[in-house]
Structure formats: structure tokens, C-alpha cells
């Protein structure tokens, strides 16, 4: 069984930065892709970034130059670094795992992440 716990996320000024993280446990091999997603009450869970077993990246429009998704394999954990942060931001930021031999989507709690004025 696999289980996907998120953490780094809390207060932050606008234009400062966050590093979430999602570890990953109880997995044998390696996810095809792991990715970002984030909520805002009352809207639909928007893809944020997404990284591929072979490295490849995806951004959301809306944070590209600011936002980078990175992966530790060693750790089987995902990070996004987030940089410049907007209020527009504010949002409950989940970690999703395309995982197993016959994927099954997997979905961490999620952590919120607050961008004040």
C-alpha cells in the first residue's frame, strides 16, 4: 500500500518562498509521475507541476519561472520549491502519485499554503 504524506507548507509573505514536500512510502518501484495539484474552496483542483519517471517537467502557466518541482528518488520523495509567492497562491496543495505496476492514482492530505498581502 502506498501513502503519500505532504508537509512544508503554512504562513508566508507575498514574495517570499516555501518548500513543500511529499514522501512517498510503501512503494516498490519507481512512480511514473508525481505531481502537484492545489485547491481553493468552492474551485476545482488546478495542476500545478508534474515530473515524470524519465525527469520530464510540466508547470501550470500561472507559476512557471516562479515554481519548480523536484524529486530525491534515493528518498522516494517529491518537493516543490516555491518562489515569489503571490497571494493568488493561497491554496490546500495536495501531492498525487501515478503509482504501481498497474497504476493506481494516489493522493497525499494535502498542506495549506497561505500568501498574505
Known amino acids: 500500500q502506498v501513502q503519500l504524506v505532504e508537509s512544508g507548507g503554512g504562513l508566508v509573505q507575498a514574495g517570499g518562498s516555501l518548500r513543500l514536500s511529499c514522501a512517498a512510502s510503501g512503494s516498490i518501484f519507481r512512480p511514473k509521475a508525481m505531481s502537484w495539484y492545489r485547491q481553493v474552496p468552492g474551485k476545482q483542483r488546478e495542476l500545478v507541476a508534474a515530473i515524470t519517471s524519465a525527469g520530464s517537467t510540466n508547470y501550470a502557466d500561472s507559476v512557471k519561472d516562479r515554481f519548480t518541482i523536484l524529486r530525491d528518488n534515493a528518498k522516494n520523495t517529491v518537493y516543490l520549491q516555491m518562489n515569489s509567492l503571490k497571494p493568488e497562491d493561497t491554496a490546500v496543495y495536495y501531492c498525487?502519485?501515478?503509482?504501481?505496476?498497474?497504476?493506481?492514482?494516489?493522493w497525499g492530505q494535502g498542506t495549506q499554503v497561505t500568501v498574505s498581502s
Open positions: 498525487n502519485g501515478l503509482i504501481g505496476v498497474v497504476p493506481k492514482t494516489y
